[in-house]
């Protein structure tokens, strides 16, 4: 008996989620920083005006101060919010939060109208994540751009 059409070609067995996650990659910066301040992230995939934006797992430190380290971040962002990652921009991992600046984070009201949905979170020795397993949760970006304003300080 003859092999199927999908066995004979792997590539057939994809699902769209292999298609949408093996989509062209390219870094990113989120709009209005740049340089030293940057925030550069790997867009995985582009759906419906939103970005899968891959952050270093550092931010996550920025992002929930008082959480067990991240190994994983994703964020589901609007992609008007990101640009073309430029010469010059930093795509160094973000230092941790000193203990005054856990503080300020977690002083700082969040900002409806500046979050955006948490794609993916994998967190050290926990079992890790499911993709999208957060539809609900929400961060602001304010705290990443408070991160890299705080490069090199």
């Known amino acids: 008996m003859g092999k199927s059409a999908v066995a004979a070609n792997p590539a057939a067995r994809r699902t769209s989620e292999d298609d949408v996650n093996t989509a062209p990659r390219q870094?990113?910066?989120?709009?209005?920083?740049?340089?030293?301040?940057?925030?550069?992230?790997?867009?995985?995939?582009?759906?419906?005006g939103k970005a899968v934006w891959k952050l270093h797992p550092s931010y996550a430190a920025w992002l929930w101060p008082l959480m067990s380290k991240a190994t994983e971040l994703s964020l589901y962002i609007p992609e008007t919010?990101?640009?073309?990652?430029?010469?010059?921009?930093?795509?160094?991992?973000?230092?941790?939060?000193?203990?005054?600046?856990?503080?300020?984070?977690?002083?700082?009201?969040e900002q409806i109208a500046d979050a955006v949905q948490v794609y993916s979170l994998a967190l050290k020795g926990k079992y890790p994540t499911v993709r999208k397993a957060f539809p609900t949760r929400m961060v602001t970006l304010g705290a990443i751009r408070y991160c890299r304003s705080r490069a090199k300080i």
């Open 81 to 109: 919010l990101l640009e073309p990652m430029q010469d010059g921009d930093s795509t160094a991992p973000p230092r941790a939060p000193t203990e005054q600046e856990k503080d300020e984070i977690l002083q700082t009201p």
């Open 27 to 48: 870094y990113s910066r989120l709009r209005g920083t740049k340089g030293e301040r940057a925030a550069v992230g790997e867009v995985l995939a582009v759906q419906d």
